[in-house]
């Protein structure tokens, strides 16, 4: 597929900057690895699996860790790839909890309907009813907190929330929101409307200015921590919008850190999240424990 890339898809697609793999391969190697450790840590941890927030047949999210105190405070992932990638879910996102856990911390991986059988605008509707859900656990449960963290495209679908979704929720909700992790974003979809990628999002010029959190009005509660977390080894147009929005959320007046993982690139950024000494591992520890 490589050799049918323009030199601008080729900057969309994160698999040539990586250095580990072949580019046709680097996808398959992520959703095995996501695959085996999620299967392996559901069978050693109580879990409540494909708990619904809607109809159609991804609206659903995974609750790692019930067995964990009813106030543990909540880690709320949002999947990547590309809005398109039926392989990847909220059922093979588990594998976040392996050091979670440990650390008394759930995990509610969300799943969500994809492009093109839903539009982009109606899978960031989707993220926030998922998000009011979890919230409605998370009250009931007395949690000490809530954590919303998305990697790839999932960081666009959070980042989104902060347009005006945060603002409709009441002042107990916007408390328990504590921090946000971004994780490897894209936020100016712009771009994509030329590249191959736009054949399964269907984008226009227009809705792609309008869907993208580097052209939204933010705002967000003076508590909330945000992390905008890039990797070294990702595509330079990945790292370049990383940079730009963390300036945007500056200043907007977010409370925001930048954070380059070196030796790193997109794909694993993530995996290496079940190692608990991996420099994102303990940011999201670190945070959560403060």
């Given at each position: 597929?490589e050799d049918?890339?323009?030199?601008l898809?080729?900057?969309?697609f994160?698999?040539?900057?990586?250095?580990?793999?072949?580019f046709?391969?680097?996808l398959?190697?992520?959703?095995?690895?996501?695959?085996?450790?999620?299967e392996?840590?559901?069978?050693?941890?109580?879990?409540?699996l494909?708990?619904?927030?809607?109809?159609?047949?991804?609206?659903?999210?995974?609750?790692?860790g019930i067995?964990l105190?009813?106030?543990?405070?909540?880690l709320?992932?949002?999947?990547?790839?590309?809005?398109q990638?039926?392989?990847?879910s909220h059922?093979?996102?588990?594998?976040?909890?392996s050091?979670?856990?440990?650390?008394a911390?759930?995990?509610?991986?969300?799943?969500?309907e994809l492009?093109?059988?839903?539009?982009?605008?109606e899978?960031?509707?989707e993220i926030?009813?998922?998000i009011?859900?979890?919230?409605?656990?998370?009250?009931?449960?007395?949690?000490?907190?809530?954590?919303?963290?998305?990697?790839?495209?999932?960081?666009?679908?959070?980042?989104?929330?902060?347009?005006?979704?945060?603002?409709?929720?009441?002042?107990?909700?916007?408390s328990?929101?504590?921090?946000?992790?971004?994780?490897c974003?894209?936020y100016?979809?712009g771009?994509?409307?030329?590249?191959?990628?736009?054949?399964?999002?269907?984008?226009t010029?227009?809705?792609?200015?309008?869907l993208?959190?580097?052209?939204?009005?933010?705002?967000s509660?003076?508590?909330?921590?945000?992390?905008?977390?890039?990797?070294e080894?990702?595509?330079?147009?990945f790292?370049?919008?990383?940079?730009?929005?963390?300036?945007?959320?500056?200043?907007?007046?977010?409370?925001?850190?930048y954070?380059l993982?070196?030796?790193?690139?997109?794909?694993?950024a993530?995996?290496?999240?079940?190692?608990?000494?991996?420099?994102?591992?303990?940011?999201?520890?670190?945070?959560?424990?403060?």
């Amino acid at each position: 597929m490589e050799d049918q890339l323009t030199e601008l898809d080729k900057l969309y697609f994160p698999h040539k900057w990586q250095k580990r793999f072949p580019f046709d391969q680097v996808l398959e190697e992520h959703i095995k690895f996501f695959n085996k450790e999620t299967e392996k840590l559901k069978k050693s941890i109580r879990c409540e699996l494909n708990v619904p927030y809607g109809l159609l047949p991804r609206e659903k999210y995974d609750i790692i860790g019930i067995d964990l105190p009813d106030d543990s405070p909540i880690l709320v992932h949002v999947h990547g790839g590309y809005w398109q990638v039926k392989e990847i879910s909220h059922s093979n996102q588990g594998f976040l909890a392996s050091v979670l856990h440990k650390n008394a911390i759930k995990l509610a991986a969300v799943g969500y309907e994809l492009c093109p059988e839903l539009s982009l605008q109606e899978i960031m509707l989707e993220i926030e009813v998922a998000i009011r859900r979890i919230l409605d656990y998370a009250k009931k449960n007395k949690s000490r907190g809530i954590y919303l963290s998305g990697h790839s495209v999932g960081a666009h679908l959070v980042a989104a929330l902060f347009s005006g979704f945060i603002q409709t929720l009441s002042s107990e909700e916007q408390s328990l929101v504590k921090a946000v992790f971004l994780s490897c974003g894209l936020y100016d979809l712009g771009p994509l409307t030329s590249t191959i990628i736009n054949e399964g999002l269907k984008l226009t010029d227009e809705n792609a200015k309008l869907l993208s959190p580097q052209n939204m009005e933010l705002s967000s509660p003076e508590h909330v921590s945000v992390y905008v977390v890039a990797a070294e080894e990702d595509s330079p147009a990945f790292l370049d919008q990383s940079k730009a929005f963390y300036e945007k959320l500056k200043n907007s007046g977010f409370k925001v850190e930048y954070r380059l993982l070196e030796q790193v690139d997109h794909f694993n950024a993530v995996e290496k999240m079940i190692e608990e000494d991996f420099e994102a591992t303990q940011l999201f520890l670190g945070e959560i424990r403060n």
